[in-house]
């Protein structure tokens, strides 16, 4: 997509001060993804908080228009509480909202920039305990904390991206970027050494809000048995998880003693609300 810059001599400059900005920090996004530390959440990152939640707030009306929230208010609060519980385990906090989405079809689970989560009621509907729940969200809270949504729309469509940023544009050039970004948002692939980052802080995560990481085990090893049967899951084509990762997935557990008796791994309630 080309667009074109506007009319005068101070919107160019500002336009194309705006895309030398993410240029750059596109360029350093790519330095910090190639020599990762054990979790990139400690790699410097070139956006600020605000702008980081300020592109997914954005994305979050455009989200909202596509697939509706559930009106179930309970359903809701329960989803938001345990979110809530893994959130609190963050190093980075952002304002995490954990959504669901009124998608009874669709087995999937996303995150946008800023701590903006989302399950739908699809994926919901196939989750056996409170543990695997927890997975499947702190799963997508590793993603925000590694930004790895945000590393993709500047990999993948920057132009958009500074118009998001920077207001670059009239209306109409806005909501275009919008709706390409949101497209990409609905669309994204992580790669294997992506999912495989999020699964172990998600564990270590799980661990310190209580929950039993075994959950998360449990989520992958149903979701590969289903789609080996021909069931299109669509977190497995978004988050690809083979058995190789779920073994070191396994070992990373009882090698770092993440398991322990009192952790949670059902709840009442959670067959209560969901069944």
């Known amino acids: 997509m080309e667009i074109k810059p506007p009319r005068g001599l101070m919107p160019k400059l500002s336009y194309w001060v705006g895309v030398g900005v993410v240029f750059a920090l596109w360029l350093t996004c790519l330095s910090a993804k190639a020599y990762p530390n054990q979790f990139s959440q400690n790699v410097a990152f070139p956006f600020t908080e605000q702008q980081t939640i300020s ?4 994305l979050d009306a455009f989200v909202r228009q596509r697939t509706p929230a559930s009106s179930v208010e309970a359903l809701q609060d329960y989803v938001s509480e345990v979110g ?23 087995a999937e689970a996303f995150s946008g920039p800023g701590g903006f989560i989302y399950i739908t009621t699809g994926l919901l509907n196939m989750l056996e305990n409170e ?14 904390i590694d930004h790895d949504a945000i590393h993709q729309m500047m990999v993948e469509d920057a132009t958009d991206l500074n118009v998001v940023l920077f207001k670059n544009g ?5 909501s275009s970027a919008l709706t390409h970004l949101g497209d990409l ?61 779920v073994k070191i997935l396994q070992e990373y ?3 770092n003693h993440l398991e ?3 952790q949670v791994l059902d709840s009442q309630r959670f067959h209560e609300v969901i069944y």
Not at 91 to 103: D, G, S
Request: proline letters at 4%; aromatic letters at 6%.
């Open 253 to 255: 557990i009882q090698r």
């Open 131 to 144: 543990s695997q729940l927890a997975a499947v969200l702190v799963h997508e809270t590793a993603h925000v």
């Open 84 to 106: 809530k519980k893994i959130a609190a385990q963050s190093p980075q906090q952002y304002p995490f909202t954990y959504t669901v989405l009124a998608n009874t079809h669709t």
């Open 170 to 174: 009239g209306d109409t050039t806005l």
């Open 55 to 58: 592109v997914g707030a954005q």
């Open 185 to 245: 948002l609905l669309g994204q692939q992580f790669n294997a050494d992506e999912e495989q980052e999020a699964n172990l802080l998600g564990v270590q995560m799980m661990a310190s809000a209580g929950y039993n990481p075994k959950g998360m085990v449990q989520v992958l090893d149903k979701f590969n048995a289903l789609a080996s049967q021909g069931v299109n899951i669509a977190f497995l084509q978004s988050h690809p998880a083979s058995q190789a990762s």
């Open 260 to 262: 322990q008796p009192a």
